[in-house]
């Protein structure tokens, strides 16, 4: 595997290590738990996929900005962004494409339907109480949209007790947070509600074409800053009956505006609004011992209204109406899972589509056990969806303890990936070679074959993954010139790599490293996918003992191109950050992080700039 110099690490560094569950002060592993890995809850250390677990604690801790922040920091994930704060971002698992990643908000879809891929700018940290990111297909679980892979949220629920809580912080580019949450229970009732704004000057975000050039500033350049605003508001109440039964509520909803510049010379100021939200209702019941039964209905919305220019501005509005019903069994031998789906998904816009909704019915049954030294999954789905009917995707999952710290594991799984509704319905206009769509596309598909081994021992962890996904019938535009707009089946890609991760802890110091390596490319032409570096790894150094926690991390990724033509380099970068934590109290902390403290400058996505130095500093109230 190629060697990565260090100053082209990347990393997670005030997040758990990637790779490897969090140690406890003790040496030994957290019992850190996974559902997203098969649908069922599960120690991580028995899951047979590559998944990482984010709670809430280090989300506080590492004091980023945005859920785009996370998930940079973790291995496995490119993420590029048009701008700062509330910029448009996507987020490449293991190389798929953005809209190859499925986005779950407590169990329930989420995202656009004309884009295919999920609005995970729009999410702000203060929702969320979990993360939890599963690397690889997953449609023998979840169906379309993850070739790439599952990024799930839990929102903040509520515990025994009285819990009130309060965050302000100020930091660069005037950006002002403040959030209020209160939470508790009592019986068996649970509840939370939390609310919160944020506002940020923020900083031009399109580049001179002088930059590149070496000529002189433009005098015709607008260089003023693309501001952002979001406010949220979360929350759910539980009641628990009988022994083991429960019914819920939950709801989430964000709103925010973000300014950019349609192009460099454009006196406009453009902005963009994104609304996200969701409601569910769920009931949970023990059937008999070892049975249970969890019913979920639930909306979905994710809506946009884009002005780019003094035009009439134009509006993309998603709503998603699901209904998921999942039994799980205990067996003499494993575990028992039976569900069915239903999503209808309905798309309201001021673009004129042939068609503007979709059905869509899944079964799923899986099987998971664990005999003496063999760990083995078995999961098989079927979506019949009403625009190109039926698909069955399966899940092979093994894997064999050598040893009590030692395992190795191995899978095959194929998945697939629904057109989008710009894929498939886009209006032509004047000309065929202006982007449309074809409602003859047949879905994407992918085949994955993935080996493992973890190992933990003592203050040591480490865990290599090596996978092979080959993804065919990818959407592109008509090779054939004339017809160039047109979307077809015509692409094959093979996405190949490695993530090696490394964590040591001694006593209050935690030191943890990894490598990612990534080989995405066009099978046909032999070009690399755009915007997926070859390498990128993480080093970080914690400590943490008293009222003072602090941690340095050094992240960063190699050379990329910017175009599928491989013509437009984006150069690697590295990025020295910091935070610092200190406790005035058992009720009080300060909450201090330093961004890019070497003011690197580097690119995401061509002609769009990156934050520089930053400083943000908060203060929490929040009673334990």
């Not at 190859?100 to 999920?118: E, N, V």
């Not at 019913?295 to 501005?313: H, K, T, V, W, Y």
């Not at 239903?342 to 673009?351: G, I, W």
């Amino acid at each position: 595997m190629p060697a990565v110099r260090f100053s082209m690490l990347a990393a997670a560094l005030a997040l758990p290590c990637p790779l490897l569950a969090a140690p406890a002060p003790g040496g030994g592993a957290l019992e850190a738990v996974v559902v997203t890995a098969s649908r069922q809850q599960q120690r991580i250390e028995d899951s047979l996929a590559a998944v990482e677990v984010i709670e809430r604690e280090d989300i506080e801790r590492a004091g980023h900005s945005s859920l785009i922040e996370v998930l940079r920091a973790l291995p496995g994930i490119r993420v590029t962004a048009n701008g700062g704060a509330g910029a448009n971002a996507n987020v490449y698992v293991r190389g798929a494409e953005a809209r190859h990643t499925l986005l779950l908000i407590d169990g329930l879809r989420a995202g656009s339907a004309s884009s295919g891929a999920p609005t995970l700018e729009n999410i702000p940290l203060g929702l969320i109480e979990r993360i939890e990111v599963l690397r690889g297909p997953a449609s023998a679980l979840y169906g379309s949209e993850a070739i790439g892979g599952v990024i799930q949220v839990f929102t903040r629920k509520g515990e025994a007790g009285f819990r009130p809580e309060l965050f302000v912080g100020y930091g660069s580019e005037r950006t002002r947070k403040a959030s209020a949450a209160l939470s508790g229970g009592a019986g068996r009732l649970r509840y939370s509600l939390n609310v919160g704004a944020e506002h940020s000057d923020g900083f031009n975000s399109k580049r001179d074409p002088a930059f590149w050039a070496g000529t002189p500033p433009r005098t015709s350049y607008w260089a003023d800053d693309d501001g952002f605003r979001n406010t949220h508001a979360g929350g759910s109440v539980t009641l628990g009956f009988r022994d083991r039964d429960e019914i819920g509520l939950g709801f989430t909803y964000s709103d925010s505006r973000s300014r950019y510049d349609a192009s460099a010379a454009s006196y406009f100021d453009s902005w963009m609004d994104k609304t996200a939200g969701t409601l569910s209702l769920h009931l949970r019941n023990e059937l008999r011992a070892g049975w249970t039964s969890t019913l979920r209905l639930g909306r979905s919305i994710d809506e946009s209204l884009n002005r780019a220019s003094a035009a009439a501005p134009s509006r993309h509005d998603t709503e998603q109406d699901q209904l998921m019903w999942q039994h799980d069994v205990d067996l003499p031998l494993g575990r028992l899972l039976l569900a069915y789906e239903y999503v209808e998904t309905r798309l309201d816009s001021t673009t004129v589509y042939n068609k503007d909704s979709r059905r869509v019915n899944s079964l799923l049954l899986g099987w998971s056990a664990q005999i003496d030294a063999h760990h083995l999954q078995l999961n098989a789905r079927h979506d019949d969806n009403s625009q190109f009917g039926g698909k069955t995707t399966g899940l092979l999952a093994y894997g064999y303890d050598l040893t009590p710290s030692l395992r190795l594991r191995g899978s095959i799984a194929t998945a697939f990936n629904a057109p989008t509704f710009n894929q498939l319905y886009w209006p032509m206009a004047s000309s065929p070679t202006s982007y449309h769509g074809n409602p003859d596309l047949k879905p994407e598909r992918a085949l994955n074959r993935e080996l493992g081994i973890r190992w933990a021992q003592g203050a040591h962890s480490v865990e290599l993954n090596y996978f092979d996904n080959r993804v065919k019938d990818l959407i592109a535009g008509n090779p054939v010139y004339a017809l160039r707009g047109q979307q077809v089946n015509v692409a094959e890609a093979r996405l190949e790599g490695a993530e090696l991760g490394y964590m040591l802890s001694l006593g209050a110091f935690t030191v943890s490293a990894g490598l990612d390596w990534l080989d995405a490319k066009d099978e046909q032409n032999g070009r690399r996918l755009p915007r997926r570096a070859r390498q990128s790894g993480f080093l970080r150094l914690a400590h943490a003992a008293g009222p003072l926690d602090w941690g340095v991390e050094w992240n960063g990724a190699g050379r990329r191109h910017d175009d599928a033509a491989n013509t437009v380099d984006l150069h690697g970068y590295g990025l020295l950050d910091a935070y610092l934590h200190y406790r005035l109290s058992p009720q009080w902390r300060i909450e201090a992080r330093a961004n890019n403290l070497l003011d690197a400058d580097y690119e995401l996505a061509r002609g769009y700039r990156t934050p520089g130095a930053s400083v943000f500093v908060g203060l929490r109230y929040a009673p334990r």
